[in-house]
């Protein structure tokens, strides 16, 4: 009889609280994950629009082609009219 | 308090603590769950995010290496058409004059650019010589040298700017290339136009 009594005693006084301490830190330790992934999903979706210029680097290589066949054909000219260096 | 009466007391509350920690387990389970949820949420949309960004950036590797390469061979070509034209020494100088510092750099195809002592060409000549240099017009940028002739020198200036023509002129050949001829004797014909000579095309008149 007193051992059921000790024991409820226990049960209340000990065993609740640290169901409780324990659940509770598990709830604050996932509440503070769901800002941090809410910040990296707008991060994530500011990063994919800041490359939406990335599109144009294929005009880039274009036109970087073109100026350096402009060079290439400016420098053989140049290599043709002037005299080399004695 | 009898001993029934004991045990049925003690039996409750032992229900009502393991109601208690039943109820606690519910709360916090299910607000643990609402919260994995949120994040659940959130890691789709970071996942499509960052899909976005593999997608976009996937042929930027490719792109960047061909440029970089084509712009490797243009500066090649140009650093060597300078060191062909210039001479080494000249170009070293001239360059360090453009960029000051950039000697001790030197040539990335020429390694023995690095060892050459640059001439104070910046220190003689203005920019704008500097610039008719690096288009290749070929001035004496030698003499930028302290220990040489001076571009300007008052006395000699006519020398000085026949020195900026390449060495045929220079040499004063006994002939150079005739100017094209033109007119009706010339060795080259072109078509004639057939609106040449035509009486000339009247504006209907104003009312």
């Known amino acids: 009889m007193i051992l059921w009594w000790i024991g409820d005693v226990v049960l ?65 000219s140049l290599d043709v009219i002037l005299d080399d260096a004695r | 308090m009898t001993p029934v009466l004991a045990f049925a007391a003690a039996g409750a509350v032992m229900i009502f603590a393991v109601g ?26 970071t996942i499509a995010g960052v899909a976005e960004i593999v997608q976009k950036s996937a042929p930027v590797n490719d792109v960047v290496t061909t440029i970089n390469e084509q712009l490797d061979a243009g500066v090649d070509l140009l650093e060597g058409l300078l060191v062909k034209k210039a001479g080494m020494t000249d170009a070293v100088g001239l360059v360090d004059g453009l960029y000051p510092g950039a000697a001790a750099t030197g040539f ?15 220190e003689v000549y203005t920019r704008g010589t500097l610039t008719l240099a ?30 900026l023509y390449p060495e045929t002129r220079q ?14 004797d010339a060795p080259v014909q072109y078509e004639q136009r057939d609106d040449i000579g035509a009486p000339r095309k009247r504006l209907p008149a104003a009312r």
């Open chain 2, 20 to 45: 208690l920690i039943v109820v606690a387990l519910v709360y916090y389970l299910v607000s643990v769950i609402v919260a994995l949820r949120k994040i659940t949420a959130g890691l789709d949309e």
């Open chain 1, 12 to 76: 209340l006084a000990v065993v609740l609280p640290v169901v409780v301490y324990l659940l509770r830190g598990v709830l604050d330790a996932a509440k503070s994950i769901v800002p941090s992934v809410q910040q990296i999903a707008k991060v994530a979706a500011a990063g994919s629009k800041d490359l939406d210029a990335a599109a144009l680097l294929l005009t880039t290589q274009d036109q970087v082609s073109k100026t350096v066949a402009g060079v290439a054909n400016y420098g053989g």
């Open chain 2, 134 to 163: 690096r288009l290749g017009r070929e001035a004496p940028i030698a003499a930028g040298n302290p220990a040489g002739a001076a571009l300007r020198d008052p006395e000699r200036g006519s020398l000085a700017a026949r020195q």
């Open chain 2, 108 to 122: 990335r195809n020429l390694p023995e650019s690095t060892t050459i002592k640059a001439p104070r060409i910046g």
């Open chain 2, 171 to 184: 040499a004063r050949p006994a002939s150079m290339p005739r100017s094209p001829v033109i007119g009706t």
